[in-house]
């Protein structure tokens, strides 16, 4: 157990410690991040087709945090810091959350 540990701390110190994150510190990036994501979405035409079918994905444990935790992942494997990663999932036109209780649990 304390092995495994042991190389997974090490695979990642090896994989991020030579990032150039330098370039987070300034305004101008998120400025021009923000942006840009906001040409995106007020350009994107939404498409008003009337649906044959419908695909519903019902993800199982896929909370606010890790969704977060996977989308940094995603981000620093790309060789940035990832918070700025946006998954699949998050691109899709529509997304919706529910919270769900078990009264007898």
């Known amino acids: 157990m304390k092995f495994s540990y042991f190389l997974l701390v090490n695979f990642f110190s090896l994989t991020f410690a030579n990032l150039d994150w330098s370039q987070d510190k300034y305004p101008e990036k998120w ?10 979405i007020l350009n994107h035409k939404p498409n008003k087709n009337l649906a044959k079918n419908t695909i519903l994905f019902l993800g199982d444990g896929m909370g606010i945090t890790t969704i977060t935790a996977g ?12 918070e ?6 998050e691109a899709m036109d529509n997304v919706a959350l529910s919270k769900t209780y078990g009264i007898d649990s």
């Open 31 to 40: 400025y021009n991040n923000a942006h840009d994501n906001l040409r995106k």
């Open 71 to 82: 989308r940094i992942l995603k981000g620093q494997l790309k060789g940035t810091n990832g």
């Open 84 to 89: 700025e990663e946006i998954t699949n999932m």
